[in-house]
Structure formats: structure tokens, C-alpha cells
């Protein structure tokens, strides 16, 4: 379906029709304005309908984790994760939780936790260590048929169990999360008020109960359309596809069970949030190596040496190149990076002679066995914003 891309419509002070679902969802948003300031309006849409999706959890395929995320502190993000806490089912604060914990209280009962992370750059940041076993069960149980593998018994009498690991997870931190964590996303950027922007403070001995209140209606609502929402395959926006199409399903089957305007500002919020994590997103350093390489290093020469490519990225200031865990990237790690890509004959890319004007030989690569893998990975190249020269032979 085609979209235009108009702005959200911003907390309308009369409900669209759309009967007890809509003007709930409508109290649900507008109980998150009065104590979140979000960086756009289709993040006010998105947290709502992931609020209701929680409640509707065994009627998808998979869920979306939510990610409030900031480049610095006092940006909003735990009171964020603290809202949602009072709207979803059976909320688990986890900070410090260990996968193992997490695994066996999902799987422990009909009722499933929702997880709320808070301070997720403790357990993934680059001062976090090793936390792949967490980074496991997360990724798993974004799908309704992830399960986590464990011997259980003593010594060696031990049999192996799959602990369902599906539920719904928020989570919120200082800069970014595994690309694998990502890309199962909606993801909020979330940045400190400016000082034209005014939330309600929020105590939880006074607010607690209230969003409460909306969290116990939300329950009611999710029971009466449970057979509407289950097996729903809601019309998604041009353009999404993949894994944005796995996360954004859930969140427009209850816009469309919702009813009102929700189905349209679902839509619009798809897009626009869509399209800012692409735009965010510069990919694995990898990808970001090859687009580099491409934009910045090649530009359209047909081969380049090494020691030019190296000069090229470390030189970049705004690139990771010049300081890979303390080191400038070398020849050596150019490689390695770059032999995990092929070209289009299905071989590794690697470093070729090349013939300078001199007549020396040096190390270097060639465009076309880098072509086939900036085709497949890299985004399009940006348009170039300089004007083209005038032809000085044109005198009309």
C-alpha cells in the first residue's frame, strides 16, 4: 500500500470513531505524554500499540522488542521504561538479571513475564564483558518458537530441556545495542528536555495506580479481540519488508483490531521509524568498511593500493578506522575483513598486485571484486549536493 508521508496527527482531543478500543488506546498515549518527551510523535504511536501488543503476546509470531536508547544520561529513558512498567502484564524489572534467571521465570508459568532491562548498556556496552549467553535468549525469544537449549540434572545423569524463551522485552541504555538486538527493534533515540518541554513529574505512589487502571482495561480489551488479532496478516507500507516487516506486524494487527485513526498513524509511525533506523543504522563495520571504501576511498578509481586505502579511512574522523580497540586499522585487518566478502566469481576479496606509473608493484584492491559486494550490502550512494559545472562551450 502507498503512504503519504503528512505528519502524525498529535494527541487529538476528540477520538476518531473507532468504539472502546481507540479512545483506549487514545487515554494509553496520553497517559505516556504527560511524563515522556519523545523525539517524535510516531514514537508516542509506536510505545502505545507495543503497550497493547504485550496483552496480545500469544497471538503473534513474534514480538517486537521496544529500545529506548541516548547518547547521555538525563534523557528520559528509565522514566520511560517506568511508564511502561505500570501498562504491561506481569512486568519483570531484570537489571542484572542473568540469562539464566530470565529463561527460567519466562518459561515457569501461563502467565509470561514482560521484561523491562533498564541500564542495558551495563550488560552490552563496551565495558560489559562477555554477555552472549543474554544476547542468546534475547534474540530467541523474538520469536514465538524460540527456545533455549540447557542440560538439566546432576552429574551424569543430565538430559537436555528447551525452555521456551518467547516474551516481550523492553529495554533502555546509553548508546546501542547489538546489531542483532536491533534489527528486532522499534527503537526510540530519546534526548534530554529542552527547556520548552514539560512533563508531568511522576511519583509512583500517585501514578502507579493509574496506569494500572489503563493496563487492567487494556487486558479487558485484548481478551474481545484475541480471535480478530490471531493469524492477522495486517497490510504493511511499501517498502517493508524482512525483519522490519517481522517487527512492525504485531504493533499494526492491533492498530487494525484498535480501529479509528490507529490504523493510519500505525502506518505513517512504521514508516517514519522504519526510516530512521536505516538512516541510523550504519550496519556492521563491515558493511560500514565496504561503504567506505566506496564513498570515501575508490570513488570511482579502479583500483586504489593499500597504503592509500589505510590513509583514507584512518584519516576519517568521523569513521571507527583510526582507533580499533586502541589500534589503527593496518593492512592486516583490511584483510580480514575484507576476505569474509566475495566477488562476483564467489571468491574471497583480496589484496591483488597493482602497477603503479613508476613501474613498482604494490598490494592493493581492485573496484571489481569490491562491485558485487557494494552492491549487496551497502545502502545507495548519497547524491552528490555540489551542481554540476557550466558547460563553458554553452552560451544559451
Request: net charge negative.
Amino acid at each position: 500500500m502507498s503512504l503519504q508521508t503528512t505528519p502524525l496527527k498529535s494527541n487529538p482531543s476528540v477520538p476518531e470513531p473507532g468504539g472502546e478500543g481507540a479512545a483506549l488506546l487514545d487515554e494509553v498515549e496520553a497517559f505516556h505524554r504527560r511524563f515522556n518527551v519523545f523525539p517524535v510523535e510516531a514514537a508516542f504511536v509506536a510505545v502505545a500499540l507495543w503497550d497493547a501488543h504485550a496483552h496480545l503476546l500469544e497471538c503473534f509470531d513474534s514480538t517486537p522488542r521496544i529500545a529506548f536508547l541516548s547518547p547521555e544520561p538525563g534523557s528520559g529513558k528509565t522514566r520511560a521504561l517506568e511508564i511502561v512498567e505500570t501498562l504491561v502484564p506481569s512486568p519483570m524489572p531484570a537489571v542484572n538479571a542473568s540469562a539464566a534467571a530470565l529463561f527460567r521465570a519466562v518459561s515457569a508459568g501461563e502467565s509470561k513475564p514482560t521484561i523491562l532491562f533498564d541500564e542495558i548498556d551495563t550488560v552490552f556496552g563496551p565495558k560489559a564483558g562477555d554477555n552472549e549467553e543474554l544476547r542468546g535468549w534475547i534474540n530467541a525469544g523474538h520469536r514465538r518458537s524460540g527456545v533455549t537449549y540447557r542440560c538439566v540434572g546432576d552429574g551424569s545423569n543430565q538430559t537436555v530441556v528447551a525452555f521456551p524463551s518467547y516474551c516481550a522485552v523492553a529495554v533502555a541504555g546509553l548508546g546501542s545495542l547489538p546489531d542483532t538486538i536491533l534489527t528486532r527493534s522499534v527503537i526510540v533515540r530519546m534526548r534530554r528536555r529542552a527547556p520548552n518541554e514539560h512533563v508531568t513529574p511522576f511519583r509512583a505512589r500517585i501514578h502507579t495506580p493509574e496506569g494500572n487502571a489503563l493496563r487492567d482495561r487494556l487486558a479487558k480489551w485484548a481478551d474481545t479481540v484475541r480471535e480478530q488479532v490471531s493469524g492477522a496478516w495486517p497490510a504493511l507500507p511499501d517498502g517493508v519488508t524482512d525483519r522490519p516487516a517481522d517487527v512492525w506486524e504485531p504493533l499494526l494487527a492491533v492498530a487494525d483490531a484498535v480501529g479509528g485513526h490507529w490504523p493510519e498513524r500505525a502506518r505513517k509511525a512504521c514508516v517514519e521509524l522504519v526510516e530512521a533506523s536505516k538512516a541510523n543504522d550504519k550496519g556492521s563495520l563491515g558493511i560500514r568498511l565496504l561503504t567506505d571504501l566506496r564513498d570515501h576511498v575508490f570513488n570511482g578509481a579502479d583500483r586504489v593500493p593499500t597504503v592509500a586505502i589505510l590513509a583514507g579511512l584512518n584519516a576519517k574522523d568521523d569513521a571507527p578506522w583510526g582507533d580499533l580497540n586502541g589500534k589503527p586499522l593496518d593492512s592486516r585487518g583490511l584483510a580480514r575483513w575484507l576476505r569474509d566478502y566475495v566477488t562476483a566469481d564467489n571468491t574471497p576479496i583480496v589484496a591483488r598486485n597493482i602497477k603503479t606509473a613508476s613501474g613498482s608493484v604494490v598490494k592493493g584492491y581492485y573496484a571489481a571484486d569490491l562491485h558485487d559486494a557494494w552492491t549487496r550490502y551497502c545502502p545507495p550512494p548519497p547524491e552528490s549536493p555540489l551542481l554540476p559545472l557550466p558547460d563553458p562551450h554553452n552560451h544559451a
